[in-house]
């Protein structure tokens, strides 16, 4: 099950992705991209993928000598390559012989300038006159085809060049490229029509085609067989552009290897039988954190939840856990000193925002959230499929009180099951008590001074017994009379059970 938006959002996957990314090529981030958007559930294909990226990590000059090749591909398409020859189908076709015909006006000019000078500049610039605009219409409506063949052009000589990379294993990465440069080779005949220049900037011999190709119309009359071919030869074009991106982001997932302190590989029970859910986690940190506190988490089927002060560690807890699951399922790469689990589908209901456009509160964006995962719960209790992991940070926090910890219990009861493990944080620590026996509780805590506050971030067993927020009032420098009108209101609830009604 691919990541849903909610969830991408919530781990704060563009920033991972982010950290990840050392691509060279547009090829290679549209693959890493796709990995990480996509948690695989199949066994071999993980094992496949960490193959290939500790054959990249074995040999950096290898390596670099790959990153090369590929980065000589550039990056000067708007969207992919797939999406713009699906376009490129419906694309009418048109015919070339006004452009023919403008060529031909062009070599006729040319030759009248040795014939007659004087009727030869009259026609050479009455030529110019034609065929620039001409040149420029059709180059507009063409422009982004134009732009994908380029790039297809220069991905197939990356492509050779990689193939010239001495390799002692034939990985099937170079078998898939290799039979798709035998296969495309027509595609890219009179390349160099297209390719070269650009911009009118560059080189003498760069500057001299783009000139050549708007007197000329060059690249214009070649568009119709170029369209033609790379239709033909679509399947190729896209396999060699996927083998080609996979080896460039199995490449940076090699280089982000290296850059951390500690990771492992992920040891994962892929069958998808009755089993019940398992995940356990020993020196797990956050990916994005430099030098992150790490933790030890260990569940069967059931659920954890999560108590603590404001800015303790929970929600980061709960984003570290979610991020070891998609990146041991995704690029073979756990930030952690191990990680044994079921494989997961992974969904998550942390960073709910409302949409002020479509007119949905927080409260109904937050239920929508909410009832996917618990929708995805019940679907894989119903087909006996891969279980579920999820995340709730502050379960339906938009409503009141009463309401909120009455329908935050019986939907954090819902999501747990021989098939799916919750992890749920929360400053309700009512419900510690009332999920008893479907929850284990954990919580974090902070030591507080006047003036400061200080988080361990350390993972603890059993509910929070701290509260820190009229503190953290004081610290910010908030009214001294403000500050402890609050804490005496506090008190009194506490004692009493009930509010008391503010005095002037």
Not at 271 to 299: C, F, Q, W
Not at 344 to 365: E, N, Q
Not at 441 to 448: A, K, L, S
Request: aromatic share 8%.
């Amino acid at each position: 099950m691919r990541l849903s938006a909610q969830t991408w959002h919530d781990l704060d996957m563009d920033r991972v992705y982010d950290r990840i990314n050392n691509c060279a090529s547009p090829a290679g981030e549209q693959k890493l991209r796709e990995l990480l958007r996509d948690p695989s559930l199949d066994e071999k294909e993980i094992a496949r993928r960490d193959a290939l990226i500790r054959h990249f990590d074995s040999d950096e000059e290898k390596s670099l000598r790959y990153s090369r090749a590929l980065s000589e591909i550039g990056n000067d398409i708007s969207r992919p390559v797939s999406e713009t020859l699906i376009q490129l189908e419906s694309q009418k076709k048109e015919s070339v012989l006004t452009h023919v015909l403008c060529a031909l006006l062009a070599c006729f000019s040319i030759a009248m300038i040795f014939i007659q000078p004087t009727v030869g500049l009259v026609v050479f610039l009455a030529a110019l006159a034609v065929n620039i605009p001409l040149y420029f219409k059709r180059r507009d409506e063409i422009g982004e085809y134009s732009a994908c063949y380029s790039h297809i052009v220069r991905s197939y000589r990356a492509s050779v060049r990689i193939l010239s990379v001495d390799d002692d294993e034939d990985l099937d990465f170079r078998k898939v490229i290799r039979e798709a440069v035998r296969a495309i080779r027509p595609v890219t005949r009179f390349g160099f029509l297209v390719t070269a220049g650009r911009g009118l900037t560059g080189g003498f011999f760069n500057m001299f085609l783009d000139y050549v190709r708007i007197f000329f119309h060059a690249d214009l009359i070649r568009f119709n067989s170029m369209q033609k071919r790379m239709l033909e030869h679509k399947d190729d074009i896209l396999k060699m552009y996927d083998a080609l991106g996979e080896a460039d982001a199995f490449i940076a997932v090699a280089s982000y290897r290296r850059s951390l302190n500690e990771w492992c590989r992920p040891d994962l029970a892929m069958s998808s039988d009755s089993s019940d859910a398992y995940l356990r986690i020993e020196g797990m940190g956050h990916p994005l954190l430099k030098d992150p506190v790490t933790n030890d988490i260990e569940v069967s089927a059931g659920g954890i939840l999560i108590t603590g002060s404001n800015a303790s560690g929970k929600s980061t807890f709960l984003r570290s856990v979610g991020l070891c699951a998609v990146l041991g399922q995704s690029i073979a790469t756990v930030c952690a000193k191990s990680y044994r689990a079921s494989a997961f589908h992974i969904i998550s209901a942390m960073s709910v925002s409302d949409d002020l456009i479509s007119g949905s509160s927080y409260f109904m964006a937050e239920i929508k959230a909410t009832k996917d995962i618990l929708d995805a719960v019940r679907k894989t209790e119903d087909e006996g499929s891969y279980p579920v992991l999820c995340f709730v940070d502050e379960v339906l926090k938009g409503t009141n009180t009463i309401e909120r910890i009455a329908a935050s219990t019986e939907v954090l009861k819902g999501l747990t099951g021989r098939r799916a493990i919750c992890f749920a944080a929360t400053h309700d620590t009512e419900l510690t008590g009332m999920l008893k026996g479907y929850y284990e509780n954990y919580h974090f805590e902070e030591e507080m001074t006047d003036a400061d506050t200080h988080f361990s971030y350390r993972l603890l067993e059993g509910p929070s017994s701290t509260r820190n927020a009229i503190k953290l009032l004081k610290i910010m420098g908030y009214d001294d009379e403000m500050v402890s009108a609050a804490e005496k209101s506090a008190r009194d609830y506490e004692e009493s059970g009930r509010w008391i009604p503010a005095s002037r």
